[in-house]
C-alpha cells in the first residue's frame, strides 16, 4: 500500500484543528491518570500482570466498579470473577484494561443532565449491543467491543454540552447519520466521527481503535487493511441497524446500507442474524 493511501485513513490536519477548537470550548473531564498508567503499561515489550493488578488495586471504588462490570449479564461468563487478579488471569492483560477504561469512561460522563442525557443512554445502548454482536465475531473480544461501543460517538456528548438543541437533532436524524454530520459541521466546523478520534488519541487508546471510531459512518471497509478496524466498524454499522430496528426506522437507506455492509464484513450465519433480530425486536441487550 501506497504512503498516500495510508494517509488518507487518517483526519487531515485541518480537520483536527477543528475538532480541538470545538473540545476546548466543552468540559471534557481528563481520563484518569490510573487509565494512562495502564495504557502505557501495554506499550511494554512485556506488559507486567502484577503492575497492572496492583495500578487498578490501588482505586478501591474502580476496583469495585470493575469487579461490578466484569461481572454482568451482557458479559455472560461462565463463572463469577471475585478479583482484579483473578479478572486479569481470566481476561489478559490487554481486554482487561479495555473494560477499565470503558468503566473510567462511564465514570467520568455518566452524569450527563439534559439533552446531553439522552445521547448517553443512546450510546449506552450501542455499547449494550456492540458487546453483544462481538460474541459471534472472531478477533473481537467484548470488552474491546464494549469500550469501542462507548467511544464511537462519544464526540456526540461533546457537542450536546455545546450545541443547545443537539439532543433534539440526535433523535430527528438517527436513522441518517450523515445528516447528522452535516448538521454539526454547519454549526461547528466539526463532526463527532474527527472529535471521537482526537479524544481517543488523546487518552491514548489503541490506534485501530481511534481508526475505527474515525470511519464508523463510512460505508466503506473495504478500503481499510486493519481487519480488526473493519471488524469494529461493522459492529458499530450493525449495532446501528439494530436498535433502528427495535425503533422501526430501519428501512431508511443509511440502515439498510450498514446491515448489508456489516453482514458481508462479519459473515454472520442465518442463525446468528435471526437471533439478533429478534432479540432486537424483543428489546433485550442486557444491563
Known amino acids: 500500500m501506497s504512503e498516500p493511501r495510508i494517509a488518507a485513513h487518517y483526519p487531515p490536519k485541518a480537520a483536527l484543528e477543528a475538532a480541538f477548537q470545538a473540545v476546548r470550548k466543552a468540559r471534557v473531564p481528563q481520563i484518569p491518570d490510573v487509565v494512562l498508567a495502564l495504557r502505557a503499561e501495554l506499550t511494554q515489550p ?30 455472560a461468563r461462565r463463572t463469577k470473577i471475585a478479583s482484579v487478579q483473578q479478572a486479569v488471569m481470566l481476561l ?21 443532565k439534559g439533552s446531553a442525557r439522552v445521547v448517553w443512554e443512546s450510546i449506552m ?35 450536546a454540552d455545546l450545541l443547545e438543541n443537539y439532543g433534539y437533532e440526535w433523535v430527528l436524524r438517527c436513522g441518517t447519520p450523515q445528516s447528522l454530520m ?32 474515525y470511519h464508523h459512518h463510512a460505508v466503506r471497509e473495504h478500503a481499510l487493511d486493519d481487519p480488526q478496524v473493519r471488524s469494529l466498524i461493522a459492529i458499530a454499522q450493525l449495532a446501528h441497524y439494530l436498535i433502528a430496528l427495535s425503533q422501526g426506522n430501519h428501512e431508511l437507506p443509511e440502515m439498510l446500507a450498514y446491515r448489508d455492509a456489516a453482514r458481508r464484513e462479519l459473515a454472520l450465519s442465518e442463525d446468528d442474524w435471526s437471533a439478533l433480530c429478534g432479540q432486537s425486536l424483543q428489546g433485550g441487550w442486557g444491563v
Open 182 to 213: 452535516e448538521h454539526e459541521r454547519a454549526a461547528l466546523g466539526t463532526d463527532h466521527a474527527t472529535v471521537g478520534f482526537l479524544l481517543a488519541s488523546t487518552w491514548q487508546l489503541p490506534e485501530h481503535l481511534a481508526l475505527a471510531i
Open 125 to 159: 445502548e450501542q455499547a449494550r449491543v456492540a458487546t453483544v454482536v462481538s460474541a459471534l465475531v472472531e478477533g473481537v473480544g467484548s470488552e474491546e467491543a464494549y469500550l469501542f461501543g462507548l467511544m464511537h460517538d462519544v464526540g456526540s456528548l461533546i457537542f
Open 92 to 112: 489478559g492483560i490487554n481486554q482487561l484494561v479495555n473494560l477499565v477504561t470503558a468503566t473510567s469512561i462511564e465514570r467520568m460522563l455518566g452524569d450527563a
Open 46 to 75: 512485556e506488559p507486567n500482570v502484577r503492575v497492572v493488578a496492583n495500578l487498578i488495586a490501588q482505586d478501591l471504588a474502580l476496583t469495585g466498579q470493575i469487579l461490578k462490570k466484569v461481572n454482568a449479564p451482557i458479559f
